[in-house]
């Protein structure tokens, strides 16, 4: 009976690794796709996180008071982005809230490897600041 009950749960635990394997808790992405990555800086007393998400083809941009923390919600943002194949684009940010969040945001092809510079230009709360963040897709 013992060899028995082994043989059932070595059974079921052989045919749940494929289960476990499919879902989120079983796959984890190290820089290839799927990966979002944040970026901080903080200039005039504006802090600005920028979040890549490959697997999405979005940027987005959180800008919030340096000294209260309270969201940006208006202003201007404006990014050129130098891409691995070296050329440039230009993009608005547009600003959005997404549920408790509020970002500015944008699709931007991800699909090349190597780095991406961004230099952002942002215009809120009566300052003009400038965030030069980089990421590199493996």
Not at 18 to 22: D, I, K, L, R, T
Not at 106 to 113: G, I, P
Not at 120 to 129: D, F, L, R, Y
């Given at each position: 009976?013992?060899?028995?009950?082994q043989?059932?749960f070595?059974?079921?635990?052989?045919?749940?690794i494929?289960?476990?394997?499919?879902t989120?808790?079983?796959?984890?992405?190290?820089?290839?796709?799927?990966?979002?990555?944040?970026?901080?800086?903080?200039?005039?007393?504006?802090?600005?996180?920028?979040?890549?998400?490959?697997s999405n083809?979005?940027?987005?941009?959180?800008?919030?008071?340096?000294?209260?923390?309270?969201?940006?919600?208006?202003?201007?943002?404006?990014?050129?982005?130098?891409?691995?194949?070296?050329?440039?684009v230009?993009?608005e940010?547009?600003?959005?809230?997404?549920?408790?969040e509020?970002?500015f945001?944008?699709?931007?092809?991800?699909?090349?490897?190597g780095k991406?510079v961004?230099d952002?230009?942002?215009?809120?709360?009566?300052?003009?600041?400038?965030?030069?963040?980089?990421?590199?897709?493996?």
């Open positions: 009976m013992k060899k028995l009950m043989a059932v070595l059974t079921l635990f052989l045919t749940a494929p289960v476990f394997a499919a989120e808790h079983g796959r984890h992405d190290h820089g290839d796709t799927g990966q979002v990555v944040a970026a901080t800086s903080t200039e005039s007393g504006i802090k600005a996180t920028l979040k890549v998400n490959r083809s979005m940027v987005d941009l959180y800008l919030a008071d340096a000294g209260t923390g309270a969201s940006v919600t208006s202003g201007k943002v404006f990014a050129k982005i130098k891409l691995p194949n070296g050329k440039t230009e993009k940010l547009m600003g959005m809230k997404m549920g408790q509020y970002s945001m944008n699709s931007l092809d991800l699909s090349l490897k991406y961004f952002i230009s942002v215009t809120a709360e009566g300052k003009n600041s400038r965030f030069d963040f980089m990421y590199t897709a493996k």
